[in-house]
């Protein structure tokens, strides 16, 4: 059994910084690309940001340059650091482990900015 549990997020003031986590358990996660997804109230979810196995890493553009996803397989987590944080950035954030075909899913954490 595959159990990803998101972390980190709150309310936060546009400017500022979040550090989202996901640990996961079960064996795949060395193998997995892992994603971060968001979706917004009356939103489709979107994907943010991705890391492959090889720790190779693809953001949308809208997040370039303000976050940074980075994974470390030892501890069976992948991390989201959110910097320059604004209110469009305002989601539930999903963590993802793509495993061949199927994927994990966390349940979600809030992130909210305000002003």
């Known amino acids: 059994q595959v159990q990803l549990v998101e972390s980190g997020g709150g309310l936060v003031q546009a400017g500022g910084s979040l550090r989202l986590s996901c640990k996961a358990s079960?064996?795949?996660?060395?193998?997995?690309?892992m994603g971060w997804y968001r979706q917004a109230p009356g939103k489709q979810r979107e994907l943010v940001a991705r890391?492959?196995?090889?720790?190779?890493?693809n953001y949308a553009d809208s997040v370039k340059g303000r976050f940074t996803i980075s994974r470390d397989n030892a501890k069976n987590t992948v991390y989201l650091q959110m910097d320059s944080l604004k209110p469009e950035d305002t989601a539930v954030y999903y963590c993802?482990?793509?495993?061949?075909?199927?994927?994990?899913w966390g349940q979600g954490t809030q992130v909210t900015v305000s002003s």
């Open positions: 993802d482990a793509r495993f061949f075909s199927y994927d994990y």
């Open positions: 079960g064996n795949i996660f060395s193998r997995s690309a």
């Open positions: 890391i492959t196995s090889g720790g190779n890493t």
